[in-house]
């Protein structure tokens, strides 16, 4: 089912999650990584948070095929995409700052992932892609996250090409990895540097600056639940279950 993994030292969480699927997330993860972030909300001896997830593969290769089809019904639906509202809102409410480490490829909920923190650090190899539109929902979950970073036109540029690769200049330069890196290692050693110097800054300006990130996104308690009920509904379609076996295939 997947692992999460919190160690802190001198004040920086790495949170780290794990699934042996490319890194997805079934709804048991999902539920764990809110509870982990929610928790480290609360921990006074963090100020930093890390987020990253394990091996040399791919960063996140989003919600997990295996139980999108085994949905049955609305309810089911609407519950599992509402994993990915609550994972988001818990980092969007988090008094600390959530710095990612994406070091490989990322789709669909792993790139709402990566909008979803304050400051992203990615590889050459993080090439992204939103592919829900080629399965029969959307990424409507993630939309506000990954509009809020690229922008509208960008985020439909993404989502209405589902077939395509973009590179992690491409996103660089719309503005959802801060910045980008040869190498793995080379990535590793600058988010060290960069939470280490991160860390050491003023809690109380930090937390403040949190909060003018994230100005404009109170509707999202509402709103990122309503697109996860879109979502639970066209989960059901014939064309989604369809899409879902021969992409597993």
Same mark, same amino acid.
């Given at each position: 089912m997947g692992t999460i993994e919190t160690i802190i030292s001198e004040k920086i969480a790495t949170l780290q999650f794990f699934h042996p699927s490319s890194n997805s997330f079934p709804s048991t993860l999902l539920q764990k990584l809110t509870h982990e972030i929610n928790s480290l909300s609360k921990n006074d001896n963090v100020s930093i948070i890390v987020l990253k997830s394990q091996g040399t593969g791919a960063f996140c290769a989003g919600a997990s095929f295996d139980e999108l089809l085994s949905?049955?019904?609305y309810e089911e639906g609407s519950l599992f995409f509402c994993g990915f509202a609550n994972v988001i809102n818990a980092m969007r409410k988090c008094p600390k700052l959530i710095i990612g480490r994406v070091h490989g490829k990322a789709v669909g909920g792993g790139v709402g992932l990566a909008a979803a923190c304050d400051y992203t650090?990615?590889?050459?190899?993080?090439?992204? %892609?939103? &592919?829900?539109?080629?399965?029969?929902?959307?990424?409507?979950?993630?939309e506000p996250a990954v509009s809020r970073k690229i922008?509208? *036109? #960008?985020?439909?540029?993404?989502t209405l090409n589902p077939t395509t690769w973009k590179t992690s200049k491409? #996103?660089?330069? %719309?503005?959802?990895?801060?910045?980008?890196?040869?190498?793995? $290692? +080379?990535? $590793?050693? =600058?988010?060290?540097?960069? *939470? %280490? +110097?991160?860390? &050491?800054?003023?809690?109380? #300006?930090?937390?403040?600056?949190?909060?003018?990130?994230?100005?404009? *996104? $109170?509707?999202?308690? *509402?709103?990122?639940?309503? =697109? #996860?009920s879109i979502s639970g509904k066209l989960v059901l379609s014939d064309f989604t279950k369809k899409a879902l076996e021969k992409f597993k295939k």
């Open positions: 949905v049955s019904n650090f990615a590889s050459m190899k993080s090439e992204i %892609k939103l &592919s829900e539109i080629a399965i029969g929902i959307g990424p409507f979950v993630i922008g509208k *036109t #960008a985020m439909s540029e993404m491409w #996103a660089h330069e %719309k503005g959802l990895f801060s910045e980008i890196f040869e190498s793995i $290692d +080379e990535l $590793d050693v =600058r988010v060290e540097e960069y *939470t %280490k +110097e991160l860390s &050491s800054y003023n809690e109380e #300006a930090l937390y403040e600056m949190k909060k003018v990130l994230w100005e404009g *996104t $109170d509707n999202w308690d *509402t709103l990122l639940y309503e =697109r #996860a």
